[in-house]
């Protein structure tokens, strides 16, 4: 992708402020074009390691073209501080979805599982893997599509990884038991295990493991196992609810082979059932709900956790176990 200068762009109202960037809309003055502009903080710009990551952002971007991909349309600097230039998705996120209603229907969750798993399909054909799938990263519009984005902690397999220094590994209520170990290898199956998270909870109304704090989520991460989805939603198809237990296995191999095996179970689903012209209003409407139930940027800052942070949970849960043991 071509290096694009910052006078392309007239920069407009701030969609949201991350923790290495903010992002404005902005329209392209040569078209006329609508995009979103990110642009590196100034107190960051210095930081080479930071600045290291923001580059290897775009150029994760620049390597994906998929219709549930956000979309990238090249980067460049402007005075010390690096900027790309990427689609706008007019609407809301997954989050503010299940914000609103709780939970999906499971049909809803079909739905929009598919261009998920597409999704990530094609990042993982390109050696990415997202490392950070959750409700907030998934940007949809008021006609339901979805697009995957926020790449900023992907992994490129073909590179080395900038996160061995340890700064992000991911959002806790989502993480793989192997992210939450610091496994020096992490595979396209870390995603598969976030999915299972987000479609569990789409289905059911809240994520698989839950807790007042980060230790008590990890512990369930790696040692607990989920309640049954027909606890919440007796209705969910068996296939369904048998694939999403599979994902969350504990051990990768032990989970499906790739998404796209993930995306043929929900389509052979949505294939058996009969399109309804009144099952797509009422779901437009509940996005339109959500969208516009309240002022919310879409582009949040990620929920990281440093390995210092995991290191001292660790220690904490040890020492619990420890105490547990002798009392006994």
């Known amino acids: 992708m071509a290096k694009r200068r910052f006078e392309e762009f007239e920069l407009g109202d701030v969609l949201g402020v991350g923790t290495v960037g903010t992002v404005y809309r902005a329209t392209e003055v040569a078209t006329g074009d609508v995009v979103a502009v990110k642009v590196l903080l100034p107190t960051l710009s210095q ?10 952002e775009m150029l994760i971007l620049s390597k994906l073209d998929h219709p549930n991909i956000v979309g990238y349309y090249g980067g460049g600097e402007h005075d010390g501080q690096l900027f790309y230039v990427m689609e706008t998705v007019e609407g809301g996120t997954m ?73 992000t590994v991911g959002s806790f209520l989502y993480m793989a038991p192997e992210q939450i170990r610091g496994e020096e290898i992490i595979s396209s199956h870390c995603d598969l295990y976030s999915l299972g998270c987000l479609l569990y909870e789409m289905v059911c109304g809240s994520p698989p493991f839950q807790g007042m704090n980060f230790a008590a989520v990890f512990d369930q991460h790696l040692n607990g196992t989920p309640l049954p989805i027909d606890q919440f939603t ?12 599979q994902l969350l296995a504990k051990s990768p191999h ?45 582009h949040q800052p990620a929920s990281e956790i440093s390995w210092k942070t995991i290191g001292l949970i660790f220690a904490v849960i040890a020492a619990l176990i420890a105490i547990t043991t002798l009392s006994n």
């Open 47 to 56: 930081d080479p390691n930071i600045s290291s990551r923001f580059e290897r």
């Open 95 to 167: 989050k503010q979805l299940l914000r609103t209603h709780g939970k999906l229907t499971w049909e809803e969750s079909i739905r929009y599982g598919i261009p998920i798993c597409s999704a990530l399909q094609h990042a993982h054909n390109h050696g990415i893997v997202h490392r950070d799938l959750k409700p907030a990263n998934l940007f949809m519009t008021y006609e339901g599509d979805v697009k995957l984005g926020d790449f900023g902690i992907a992994l490129d397999q073909g590179e080395a990884d900038l996160t061995n220094a340890g700064m």
């Open 234 to 245: 007796p209705e969910c198809p068996v296939l369904l609810r048998e694939a999403i237990t």
């Open 254 to 298: 032990d989970r499906p082979f790739n998404a796209r095996t993930i995306q043929g179970v929900m389509s052979e689903l949505k294939y058996n059932w009969t399109e309804d012209e009144l099952r797509f209003k009422q779901e437009a409407e509940r996005l339109k709900i959500a969208f516009d139930a309240d002022e919310y940027f879409v």
